[in-house]
């Protein structure tokens, strides 16, 4: 009996550790994208030291993930312990307290490490409510060989008139190659992310300090005006239709001495095995109108935890294991340098293994730093936070009609001054209704 006994003696200890080994299960909602996919094959790293936390891999794609996650967290449904999401969401969700803080990252996180610019876009009221996988601004990718040809230099900081007037001497219709290639899809987080960065340039902003749209405005007429009418001379034919990957294409392909976009694509222009132009590729800042301020954004793909989750200490754990120092020293062992997870951390952009791998990091670095987000981000101060975008929830229907507008500009289906008027008119009812005007 005393044996009967301790057979079952010990049965229950290992019913009852092995429960408490799976005590936790953290829900965990990303995008797929590579680097995600590629976290998640190394979470066995994160597992063997947390045996008790047990993850459940939610993998969407971008669109389908933000409606889900978007709904959950406004219904605090508590589906997910941890989301993905961007920098648009955070200062929205953050404020509206649908976000825990990350206070519990750990001693070794080393939070100060994080790059100012992306720190500053996912913290509110001084508290940090995501920690960023990846960043990314925006500069000029162009073709070196081109760029002697025509007689010129590419300045560091370029100015938009150097930009115009390369874009022309660059061009050469009868061998398909233009000088230029711009964003000119129509959405929020296409031709307008693009944009409205150069806005910031020409001293824009979406709205005044009362809400009060502003493309009425002689500085909105000097963007679209620049764009539309550089794009009709110098760009490729059908920009209305393109965005980042049209252009990653025409790029790649030989076809644009000049690419103004997402700082993450350098890595694609350099590959021999992507791109025909691989070694003929140089960076620049993204350009400027001599007001203090340069074209581009500034977005990070990071990871948070809605309020309604009944893990948050779990999911902090998790998260600081994905975005710490030591999950990029994971990646670089297994996956080479090359593709460990950019923009997020001042001591990467220190590290000579990574600088030799990726000779376009300096420049992502700079582009990174000199966008801000906040309150004092454009040449006028504006009231809301964000680069590329106003952290507002109506922003994403607003960006999508005034896309539509100025997409049409360029496409020649309406003028210039038509298009400025209609977006005017369309932000300024939507901004009325929501009460942001009184």
């Given at each position: 009996m005393r044996t009967t006994h301790a057979f079952f003696a010990g049965v229950f200890t290992l019913a009852m550790t092995t429960t408490a080994l799976a005590a936790t299960t953290l829900t965990i909602g990303t995008v797929n994208n590579g680097d995600?996919?590629?976290?998640?094959?190394?979470?066995?790293?994160?597992?063997?030291?947390?045996?008790?936390?047990?993850?459940?891999?939610?993998?969407?794609?971008?669109?389908?993930?933000?409606?889900?996650?978007t709904t959950d967290i406004a219904t605090k449904g508590g589906q997910f312990d941890i989301i993905t999401i961007g920098t648009y969401e955070v200062p929205i969700w953050g404020a509206k307290n649908w976000l825990v803080p990350l206070d519990k990252l750990g001693a070794d996180y080393d939070v100060d490490d994080l790059?100012?610019?992306?720190?500053?876009?996912?913290?509110?009221?001084?508290?940090?409510?995501?920690?960023?996988?990846?960043?990314?601004?925006?500069?000029?990718?162009?073709?070196?060989d081109l760029m002697k040809k025509a007689g010129l230099t590419m300045p560091k900081s370029p100015s938009w008139d150097f930009i115009v007037d390369a874009a022309k001497k660059m061009t050469d219709t009868k061998a398909g190659v233009y000088g230029v290639c711009l964003r000119g899809k129509a959405g929020w987080g296409e031709n307008m992310a693009f944009l409205t960065a150069m806005s910031n340039s020409f001293g824009a902003r979406?709205?005044?300090?009362?809400?009060?749209?502003?493309?009425?405005?002689?500085?909105?007429?000097?963007t679209l005006t620049t764009y539309v009418n550089m794009m009709k001379e110098s760009g490729p034919p059908g920009a209305s239709s393109n965005g980042f990957n049209e252009n990653l294409a025409l790029f790649n392909a030989g076809k644009c001495g000049m690419w103004i976009d997402a700082t993450v694509a350098a890595s694609f222009v350099t590959d021999?095995?992507?791109s025909k132009v691989a070694d003929k590729v140089g960076f620049a800042l993204a350009p400027n109108a001599g007001l203090g301020k340069n074209a581009n954004w500034l977005w990070a793909w990071s990871l948070a935890v809605p309020s309604a989750s009944k893990n948050a200490d779990a999911a902090q754990k998790f998260i600081a294991w994905a975005t710490g120092k030591h999950y990029l020293d994971l990646v670089a062992a297994k996956e080479g340098w090359a593709n460990v997870p950019p923009g997020t951390r001042t001591s990467l952009y220190k590290n000579p293994a990574y600088l030799k791998a990726a000779p376009f990091a300096q420049m992502t670095l700079d582009s990174i730093n000199s966008a801000d987000p906040s309150v004092n981000g454009t040449v006028k101060k504006k009231p809301y936070v964000g680069v590329q975008f106003a952290a507002i929830p109506e922003f994403q229907g607003l960006g999508e009609t005034v896309g539509q507008d100025f997409s049409a500009a360029l496409a020649g289906k309406t003028t210039i001054d038509q298009a400025l008027k209609d977006a005017q008119a369309s932000t300024l009812r939507v901004m009325t209704k929501a009460g942001y005007i009184k």
């Open positions: 995600m996919i590629r976290m998640q094959k190394m979470t066995d790293d994160f597992t063997k030291s947390n045996p008790d936390i047990k993850l459940n891999w939610v993998t969407l794609e971008e669109n389908v993930l933000r409606q889900k996650v790059l100012p610019a992306i720190r500053s876009g996912l913290t509110v009221n001084g508290k940090l409510y995501a920690a960023p996988f990846y960043g990314e601004s925006s500069m000029v990718m162009y073709r070196t979406w709205f005044n300090l009362k809400w009060k749209p502003t493309f009425d405005g002689p500085e909105w007429k000097k021999p095995k992507k």
